[in-house]
């Protein structure tokens, strides 16, 4: 029988455990998927300790992304068979050995791409488009800064600016992030938590302001990197893991600039056309092989909790996969 990481109440990595689990035949609308790897968030350790935004019904089983193999299809569905290799997603259920999924908004993933890079594939990359190209307005030859650039989204944000035709500053707090973010396409580096971060940033574009930033980290990193905005600059708020941050609104009149809030789920539910259009766009640009994200570690799902705890702690220069077998 198939296992999956559960927990009968909120709580540390520690806490969950190992079961099997069987989530029987798919029903109308849904296909079963044999997950061969699935991703490992920040958010989804949060969640997993009910510290979330939101409190799934328990029991819980966390993970928000995945990939796998199409093992039984229900009825209704047409545009997915057996043997497909597909992106899976959903809040909760993806730790995982197998699972039944809504087919409607499923793909299948490109044949150049890993079931270990489609498993963090698609929630970063998604979300980094709809960050840059609608709420932040990107336009070629603009200024991006990264923040948590060595991070999942940070990453990808790095990616899909540089296809988006912007120049690229990353900040990341170590060698090897830094190198990392060199590698996924970042035009400067600088270095985070450093005394002189701001000074490091002007001189990265050359003594010019920021057009825009890529903010997943929130916390003392917020009003520095909007006080680097220029003129109709445009902060974009991806999340909080170091912490909910407040800004004096007089910053955002002195600079004429924006806090731009990004929550892709928020766009799939109240503008459902668009947020399908742009998912079908950043599925085309994976299969043309643009877009390649980038994996720190790899664990068995036996070693579910040390998975978690090393995607909690931020240190990971890359995402966090949990291998099936």
Sequence with gaps: ???????????????????????????????????????VSYVDVLTAMGKYQFKPPLPFTPGSEAAGVVEAVGPGVTHLAVGDRVFCGGLGGLF?????????????????????QASVFSVNYQTAYYALADRGRAKPGETLLVLGAAGGTGFAAIQVAKHLGLRVIASASS????????????????????????DQVVAANDGKPIDLVFDPVGGDALEPAFRCLGYDGRHLVIGFTGGIAALRTNLALLK???????????????????AEAMRRKVMELAGEGIFSPAIA???????????????FSGKAAGRIVLKMD
């Design 1 to 39: 029988m198939p296992r999956a990481v559960i927990g009968h109440e909120f709580g540390p990595p520690e806490s969950y455990v190992l079961e099997d689990f069987d989530p029987g035949a798919p029903k109308d609308g849904e296909v079963r998927v044999a997950i061969k790897a699935a991703g």
């Design 96 to 116: 995982a050995e197998a699972n039944n999924f809504k087919a409607a908004n499923m793909a299948k993933v490109p044949e150049a791409m890993s079931f270990e």
């Design 175 to 198: 060698a090897v992030k830094q190198q990392a973010a060199l590698d996924g396409g970042a035009d400067a580096v600088v270095t985070t938590g450093a005394e002189d971060w701001r």
């Design 256 to 274: 004429s600039a924006s806090l731009v809030g990004v929550q892709m789920r928020d766009h799939a539910i109240k503008r459902p056309e668009e």
């Design 297 to 311: 570690e790899r664990f068995a799902i036996e070693d579910y909790a040390a998975a978690m705890n090393a995607a």
